[in-house]
């Protein structure tokens, strides 16, 4: 088997340590020896997008708010369904990440980041949240494995009651909450209802690995 060979290292302002490696057409990004993600397996990630925006009336106009950029697949999808007066912005942490989607990984989503509808800001989207100045449709979190296997400590809040309150106050009425996560989850349905949502739970079967893992997205309209 081809081995993977490492392209570029990188520390995010955090103190994390990226690696982006590459093997024959496919990249992978890691962190202390750990995967975070592989672009050999992609699907629910497009799923998640398409789910968000076919349950949002009008999305030819919609507004959106991308957590989280990985390899773009998400933010490529997302475009792909929206008409051209329509806006998204993109909240990636990693100065690296955005970088390398500008470059290597471009090749990958189509250089989504070079549509005129996208703005993308290198931030915390909990810190963007938090200070109440955003409005939109549809909002999609892919920043970690889920719920219950949180990336960055601090994201955990984002699936709190509290988080969820203000994620709820940031979308206008009608408005999608998408949430992807690697695991299944109850207890989390269960907070998206106490919080005021509408819930409905997605199992999706990926294909391209040979291992077909099960991802689950959360589609959360707010009532």
Known sequence: MTP????????NPDGMRLEL?????????????????NSRVHDSEQTL?????????EPER???LVGGLGFGYTLAATLALLGPSASVTVIEVAPAVIRWNREQLGELNGRALD???????????????????????????DVDNGPRAVGRPGNAWLYSPDGLGTIKAALTPGGVLAVWSAG??????????????EVALHRVQSHAAKTQERHFIWIARNQ
């Open 4 to 11: 993977w060979t490492l392209i570029e290292t990188a520390e």
């Open 21 to 37: 490696l590459r093997r024959g057409p496919h990249f992978s990004i890691r962190s202390g020896g750990q995967l975070l993600m």
């Open 49 to 57: 997008a398409r789910l968000a925006l076919e349950a949002f009336a």
């Open 62 to 64: 919609a507004s959106v």
């Open 115 to 141: 549509d005129a509808r996208v703005t993308v800001v290198e931030g915390d989207i909990c810190a963007r949240l938090r200070a109440g100045s955003v409005n939109h449709d549809v909002i999609l979190l």
């Open 184 to 197: 299944s989850d109850v207890s989390f349905s269960d907070k998206l209802r106490a919080a005021g949502f």
